[in-house]
């Protein structure tokens, strides 16, 4: 989360518009006749080569009036061809607000906006520029009052505007808008604060929880997602970089797949699914295996970057991306052969972020470690323990040459062979990722270990010949 500063450039913006529409040195309406654009209807213009130039930076402009009553919200759009920008001016000429960004938009979109709220009845001037003096083209400007909610009550899925005044930034300790909401029924429940003219910033408070986000929506946009018991909370609107505007705020409760609850740790049985909900910290589950088996689970959740580790008995094993089933996010997955005894999983996000999940696992039949004697003309399918190395002892009887293969399709085999005054080792000389080595061999009795490139584990198959 960011909380810093951006008058600096919120000023740099205003003194621009202020120069492009100041030309020389005279207000724009006395440069030029004013239209009216009428609350809640529209005004269509074009800018051209006979439009006033601002000799600031040789773009083109047009004004036109806007009576406002006190204590009035009033969004206006401009749309159409023209790349261009807004600022609206109060009736004593000082600027109150500015689009801040231009936006070269089809003809049916709303490429720009400015929001504003009166504190006076009057005419005041709405300006519109091009971006810079390559901007021409037809444009249209629409205007609506909006009805806003500054506090109270929020409902689901019923939509709240609200205004945010100078001041109410939450580096600088300003005002809040704040709202009370209340939960019936234990679930995941998301909040989102979105504006086009202030980067938004919104916190929720009570019965235990206190959270915040900045930029959880995309862009600046704000939403908080929540697994929350019955009870009474709070929702605090407020702005990062001090900047006024207009802004949207909903609560929602998402949907849990058909036929599922939260499970939010505990003891478990594989072999099944389940769904739970990560709010900023591990959620943590328990299971037992009576004796040693392939254990494969998948996190899988299209909210966050799915992230899982393994301890107990020994075991030490984590995962990221390995189960990523191209949701965009990164899918986590354990695949390991476990021997009996007790396990800790934990299920958490890689970096930031909250939402929903789902924990799927799966018990099979699992391969022998590997390990032991092993005798010429002899092959082992075995399992090779992440991070280990597996010894064999090998006994010549007859002088000879000897082949020793090591093949796996889930690790890159590594083959080492020593004693009897042999030393030798290979990696990939089988084809592939696979391990092979031909020597020759005297009498005696030899140690073959055998072990992967990266230290992961698989199964894997051992033979001499």
């Not at 996010?329 to 476990?338: C, E, K, T």
């Not at 399709?409 to 990696?427: E, F, R």
Request: proline share 3%.
């Amino acid at each position: 989360m960011k909380i810093d500063s951006n008058v600096h450039r919120a000023a740099l913006l205003a003194a621009a518009v202020v120069a492009l529409l100041s030309g020389c040195n005279q207000g724009a309406s006395s440069t030029t006749t004013a239209k009216r654009l009428e609350l809640g209807g529209s005004l269509q213009g074009e800018m051209t080569t006979q439009s006033p130039k601002n000799l600031n930076d040789g773009s083109r402009y047009a004004v036109a009036d806007l009576k406002l009553d006190a204590d009035t919200t009033v969004q206006v759009a401009l749309s159409g061809a023209l790349k261009g920008r807004l600022a609206l001016f109060d009736p004593d000429g000082a600027l109150l607000a500015t689009s801040e960004t231009g936006c070269g938009c089809g003809d049916d979109e709303a490429g720009v906006s400015l929001a504003y709220r009166s504190a006076r009845a009057g005419d005041y001037q709405l300006a519109v520029s091009g971006v810079d003096q390559n901007d021409y083209g037809p444009f249209r400007l629409s205007s609506k009052t909006v009805d806003t909610r500054n506090d109270g009550a929020l409902t689901l899925d019923q939509p709240v505007d609200g205004w945010l005044g100078k001041g109410q930034d939450v580096n600088e300790g300003g005002a809040e808008n704040r709202y009370s909401f209340a939960i019936e029924q234990r679930g995941i429940y998301e909040f989102t604060l979105s504006s086009t003219d202030f980067d938004a910033f919104l916190a929720l408070e009570g019965n235990g929880v206190s959270l915040e986000d900045d930029d959880g929506a995309g862009g600046r946009d704000a939403r908080i997602v929540s697994l929350l018991e019955p009870g009474e909370y709070a929702l605090v609107a407020s702005a990062i970089d001090g900047d006024q505007g207009l802004y949207s705020l909903v609560a929602q409760q998402k949907q849990l797949p058909e036929g599922s609850e939260i499970n939010s740790g505990g003891p478990i049985t594989l072999g099944g699914t389940l769904t739970s909900y990560y709010a900023g910290r591990p959620v943590e589950y328990e299971f037992t295996l009576e004796q040693r088996q392939r254990v494969t689970i998948d996190m899988r959740s299209s909210d966050i970057d799915s992230f899982l580790e393994l301890s107990g008995n020994g075991v030490q094993l984590s995962d990221d991306d390995s189960g990523d089933t191209g949701n965009g996010q990164g899918d986590a997955r354990i695949d390991a052969s476990l021997e009996p005894g007790h396990y800790r999983l934990q299920a958490r996000a890689y970096s930031t972020g909250t939402g929903l999940f789902t924990i799927t696992s799966t018990v099979d039949e699992a391969l022998p470690p590997g390990g032991g004697d092993i005798a010429v003309g002899e092959a082992v399918e075995v399992e090779l323990a992440p991070g280990a190395t597996d010894e064999y002892r090998l006994s010549i009887t007859r002088a000879g040459s000897y082949t020793l293969m090591m093949s796996s399709s889930s690790i890159d085999s590594v083959l080492a062979l020593s004693g009897n005054d042999v030393d030798a080792s290979d990696d990939d000389s089988g084809g592939n990722s696979d391990a092979r080595l031909e020597v020759e061999l005297s009498p005696g009795d030899y140690l073959i270990e055998a072990s992967s490139y990266g230290g992961e584990g698989g199964a894997y198959r051992l033979s001499i010949q």
